[in-house]
């Protein structure tokens, strides 16, 4: 049976006049049912042992998993324990007895041996009825708070520290546009402004960018999308640099927002090798196509001529080997035309049948291509990209599988677009591997000793992607691979090549 506490206001004003009777009941049912955990203690001298508790809430009880009539008669100081702060636990028990007012945090300690974090409120009371002295403190576990004030301080300490930039952006009621509310150091290093000049709005710091790129940024974090860009930035000394942006929305336990969280990397460095890298690949492959013109025109001519034996098939060596230099050349130009946004397909009329008869004419394992296909198939797209697609996959599937096996190349038109399917019966690419396949620089876990670089099924998909087409694999480990390309037969355009 609990002491009922004749005066409830008391413990929150020890100087306040009594509740009328009419109310006591249903604020001992208050307390009773309070989250916070509560308990009172007598009178009892120090010299006799000490208070101990005379009334605890529920929340009391649930918390130190005692049953209630175990916490009555208890010294309140059971809750102390091996790591309590002895400072502060000398501080409440001083407190208890003088019935002064204490407070603080501290381990507490359960029947069970468990710990856990509480904040403790405490101060004596008097009994108006009675004039006797208690003793009453409100308590709450502050596990999760202190949890959430640790990971906060590591994040703090994270964000201080980070080398890329750090912007928190805001909206408040007078603002038109999002403002920066928060810069980390690394930030003030990057834009060479001050934190006052940022917040304030001040500081002019801008994109070079097209007005558009801004609009559309600014829409996506109005929106609340999360948003990766490449940016053309502005120091304050003028200055300019690339910079990898991404933008997420910080949302409230309401799921609404007002903030943004913007991570800016300086990828100055990464651009300008990237564009030295394109240049070199601009300029080996405009130079490698000269020499080669050459090399493939007198090897071709030679071949005409020449009766079989020896001498013929080492002038067919030369062509084969010039013809993967003339296919390396193209794919290099193609590429740095790419990453330059300055390539367009050229577009004309193609006989893609006649095309395939050509490459595998001149395939060292070209005996083993078994075609399947109208004697014609004329279609209007770009004759380098069908060349260099079909040379790849056939490549790939001969490679990997062994002879007598044959690979299977079948030409068809269905509708307004053209099919292209090579299949093999070789080693096929393992499951795991499948979704990778188009990856740059991925090779299959079985190809073994093969030589390869995996570049070249990435750039066989960037190239049927240029002409707005589709490429998928479907194989079978140990059973063989089909790669299916199906492309628009694409209306004639100004047969004038992109420089």
Known sequence: ???????????????????????????????????????????????????????????????????????????????????????????????????????????????????????????????????????????????ERRRSEDRLAILSTAIENANDAVYVYGVRADDTMPRIRYVNPAGLRNSGYTEEELMS??????????????????????????????????????????????????????????????????????????????????????????????????SEMLLETMEAGEERSAVAQILTAGRRLESLAFELLTISRMERNAYEPYIEEVDVAALLADIIAYMPEGKRVKVAAPASVVVQSDAGVLRHVLENLMSNALKFSSAPARVVVELTLPGDRLRMRVSDSGIGIPASDLPLVFNRATRGANVGARRGTGLGL??????????????????????????????????????????
């Open 458 to 499: 990435s750039f066989v998909k960037r190239l049927v992607d240029s002409l707005g087409g589709s490429v998928t694999v479907k194989s079978v480990e140990g059973r063989g691979t089909t790669f299916d390309v199906q492309l628009p037969n694409l209306a004639a355009a100004d047969p004038t090549p992109t420089s």
């Open 201 to 298: 709005g001040a500081s002019g710091r801008g994109p070079l960018v097209e007005p558009e790129l801004v609009e559309m940024v600014l829409r996506e974090m109005t929106a609340g999308r999360s948003l990766q860009q490449r940016l053309r930035l502005q120091r304050k000394d003028g200055t300019a640099y690339w910079a990898g942006v991404h933008f997420q929305p910080i949302r409230d336990r309401t799921g609404g927002f007002s903030q943004w969280i913007c991570i800016e990397r300086d990828i100055t460095a990464e651009i300008e090798r990237e564009e030295a890298r394109t240049d070199l690949m601009a300029m080996i492959g405009h130079d490698l196509r000269n020499p080669l013109t050459s090399i493939l025109g007198y």
């Open 1 to 143: 049976m609990t002491a009922r506490i004749p005066s409830v206001r008391s413990l929150f004003d020890a100087a306040g006049p009594a509740i009328p009777d009419g109310e006591s009941i249903p604020m001992q049912a208050a307390i009773d049912a309070a989250s916070d955990m509560i308990f009172v203690t007598d009178d009892r001298p120090a010299i006799d042992g000490g208070p101990t508790i005379v009334y605890a809430n529920a929340a009391m009880a649930d918390e130190f998993r005692l049953d209630h009539g175990e916490l009555i008669g208890r010294s309140p100081a059971f809750v102390f324990g091996p790591r309590t702060d002895p400072t502060i636990a000398n501080r409440i028990r001083e407190a208890m007895r003088t019935m002064e007012p204490a407070d603080g945090e501290f381990r507490a300690y359960r029947a069970d041996g468990t710990s856990f974090w509480t904040d403790w409120r405490g101060r004596g009371i008097v009994d108006p009825a009675t004039g006797a002295q208690r003793w009453m403190a409100i308590g709450r576990n502050t596990d």
